[in-house]
């Protein structure tokens, strides 16, 4: 009997068909030889590298569940194969080593891979992880049949903690829905996206706005950042730029990122004088921030009565930093503010955030009061259940006790 048996999985995921990419003839059997004790677990085995990164997709033509690929023999190509998997495939990419090197495990969660294990490979990790795959699968054929997604959000003014909340809630998105997530950071002159997700980005927004004309879905693909949730990452310019986009050009932006991605989220920081563009077309679902103040309250209320006070379930209020017991106003006096009830409500933990902040870790990535109201945005704007399952934090000191599912290195701004 083994120990998973992946066509029986409860989330109704199968895990039918396996690459696996190794050199290392001994390696790749004792792998090989342990996916067999798997009922239902097809495997497929390549007996080196591709001889070029061009010829990926081809040999990727089979759809499979997993790709698992053996690192010792080429280590640097090996990354090289796993980013490049990564930025034209959905697919779950576990890797594996004999060597229990952090570092090497942190640099391949990065490029996209979301299993590092080490050998030799015990059945119960194996099973564990995937157990993950299957789920990973389940919830991306979820997310997957509400369509495309568009996702806004905008601060009532400045410092309400728009960038926190939208990377926060594009990093729950992508590990939530397992669908192809990507994070756009309008934030101009400077934005703060990527210093919150504790990312170096080599290119910007800057790059895709100054000559849109040739902006295509390769062309944007160049320029993304991968974050090691999984999330896709279009950071805002590190410098001042005194160039101003055109609408146009924003607009040639979010078409091409729709057309890419399953899920766009876009951080507009206050950024109002965008009202023109594609940005708050009404097939985006707006997430307006704001906190219990008198000029936020004020803020917020011109932005609904004046722009926004046709888009009904479209438009979701969140009120960041709430804390009931401090208000000056009570919940029907900011309703009759707001004009309307607030979908959500995240706590002041200032403690969790600054610690995240200050640790370049995401607020979802540990279970706090924050994080389980931004999963459960999350989670409802994919259309998953209420109710998600309890997740236990990352912890970087028991990464080779078991296989590394999730490691991040973002946070708050």
Not at 235 to 254: H, R, T
Not at 309 to 316: C, D, E, N, P
Not at 389 to 403: C, D, Q, V
Request: proline residues 4%.
């Amino acid at each position: 009997m083994p120990i998973l048996d992946p066509n029986s999985d409860s989330s109704g995921a199968v895990i039918s068909s396996i690459a696996l990419i190794d050199p290392n003839d001994l390696c790749r059997k004792k792998v090989a030889g342990a996916l067999s004790g798997f009922q239902g677990a097809s495997v497929r085995e390549f007996f080196s590298y591709p001889a070029d990164l061009d010829d990926l997709p081809q040999m990727m033509e089979q759809r499979f569940d997993a790709i698992i690929i053996g690192l010792d023999d080429d280590p640097e190509y090996a990354f090289d194969i796993v980013e490049s998997i990564c930025s034209f495939s959905t697919t779950t990419v576990m890797v594996y080593s004999a060597e229990t090197n952090l570092d090497l495990a942190i640099r391949f969660m990065r490029a996209g891979a979301r299993e590092f294990l080490v050998l030799p490979l015990s059945r119960s990790d194996l099973a564990g992880a995937l157990a993950r795959v299957s789920i990973r699968r389940s919830s991306a054929s979820h997310g997957r049949r509400g369509g495309r997604k568009f996702f806004v959000f905008l601060g009532a003014k400045g410092g309400c903690g728009v960038t926190t909340i939208a990377s926060n809630f594009a990093v729950a998105l992508a590990q939530e829905s397992g669908a192809r997530t990507l994070l756009i950071d309008l934030g101009l002159p400077l934005g703060d996206v990527a210093i919150n997700l504790g990312m170096a980005a080599q290119y910007s927004t800057a790059n895709a706005l100054q000559d849109s004309s040739r902006l295509d879905g390769n062309f944007l693909r160049s320029l993304l950042a991968r974050h090691s949730s999984g999330l896709f990452v279009l950071a805002a310019p590190g410098e001042f730029s005194n160039a101003v986009p055109a609408d146009e050009a924003i607009d040639k932006l979010l078409s091409v990122a729709r057309q890419s991605f399953d899920y766009v989220v876009v951080d507009a920081g206050s950024r109002t004088d965008l009202r023109s563009s594609a940005l708050f077309e009404d097939s985006a679902s707006l997430y307006l921030i704001t906190q219990v103040g008198v000029s936020e309250l004020r803020n917020a209320n011109r932005l609904i009565t004046q722009y926004f006070s046709a888009r009904g379930r479209k438009l979701q209020i969140v009120l960041n930093r709430y804390t009931h017991q401090a208000l000056m106003f009570d919940d029907n006096q900011i309703t009759k503010a707001l004009t309307r009830p607030a979908q959500w409500k995240i706590p002041d933990d200032f403690a969790t955030a600054r610690r995240t902040q200050n640790t370049a870790t995401p607020v979802v990535m540990e279970d706090s009061p924050i994080a389980r109201v931004i999963r459960q945005m999350s989670r409802t704007a994919c259309g998953m259940p209420d109710k998600p399952e309890k997740k236990k934090g990352f912890s970087l000191f028991s990464l080779f006790a078991k296989p590394m599912s999730e490691a991040s290195a973002s946070g708050e701004g």
